[in-house]
C-alpha cells in the first residue's frame, strides 16, 4: 500500500506541476505556448491476402515444411534461430536449376547467417517446369523458377509462393515486414530480379549470386569469360564478349520500384552464366537508381560462396531503401 500511496503522491505532483506550466503559458505577458510534438505510432503493415494453405511451425532449428497453393503442394526449407529478436528479418533464398530449398542454404552458407544473427531464413522450392524457356532452352522436366513470359504476382505460381512464404513467416515468427530480403543464387539470382520488380515493395535489398540481365536469347548463347580479370569496363574490349543487344531477360529494370540495395556477386570464369550478364545487371540497375555493390570474384566459377550469405547481409544491412 505505502508504494501506491507514494505513486499516487507523485502523480499528483506531476499533474499540479502540468497545471501551473500551462496556466502560466497563458498567462499575460507570458512566453508563446509551444506545441508538443507527439510520436506517430509505427504504420501497421497489413498481411498479404495471398490465398494458401498451411503454417510455419512454432519450433526452433531446421525443417521443412508445406503450403498449398491452389492445390498444389510447395516445400519450404526454414530456419529458425534459437536466440533471435521479437521482430526478427526475414531472408527469402531462391536455389538455382534441379535445386531444392534446402540446398541454397548449405550452399551459400545461410545457416550461418541465421544462427549468428538471428535471421530467419525460408528458401521454398521451385517447380518441375514441363517445357523449356529462355534460361533452359534444351531443357524440361527438371525444377526451375518460373521468369519467363508471366510476371503478374497474381497469377505466377512462384511469385504466389514467395508471397506466401513471407506471410507465413510473419504469421508464425512475427517478421518485421520492414527487413524482409531475397537472395538468390544461378536461376534463382535470375528470378530473384523477377521478385525484386514485382514485390520491390516489401523487400529491405536483395543479392545477386551468379545470375544478372541477359540480353542474348537465351542464356547459354554468350560463353564470354573474363578468366582472372576483373572490371566490367574493361571487358567488351576483350576476346569473346557477346554483342547482344534484344530485349532483358528475365525482364527489364523497372524506374517504379523503391530504391533498395543490391549486392551482386559473380565468378569471373563463370562458363554457365557469363559474368558479362553480371556487368548488364549492375548497369540496369544503377541507371535507375539502385545503390548497387558489385562483387567479382577473380577466377571462380559457376557456385555460391559458403559466406555468400554473410557477406551480403552485411552489405544490403548496412543501407536503407530509399524510396522511387
Partial sequence: ???????????????????????SAHAPGAATQRAVAVAAPAAVVPFDAVAYEGEFPAITGRTHVTLTLDGRERGVALVVPEHRAAQPPLVVMLHGTRAHGGDVIDECGALGLANGQGVIVAAPDARVMPAADWDHAEQSNERWWETADDHDPDRNADLLLVRATITAARRAYHVDPARVYVMGHSNGAFFALVVAMRLGDRLAGVAFNSGGLVRCASTGRCGFRAGRAVGCAQYPSMAGWCGCDGPALPMEVSPAVRRFPVVISHGTDDPDVSVQYACALDAALRAQGFPVTLQLRPGDGHFCDGDFAEYAWAVLTARRPATP
Avoid at 2 to 23: E, Y
Fill in 1 to 23: 500500500m505505502r508504494v501506491r500511496s507514494l505513486g499516487a503522491a507523485a502523480s499528483l505532483v506531476g499533474l499540479f506541476a502540468s497545471l501551473a506550466a500551462c496556466t
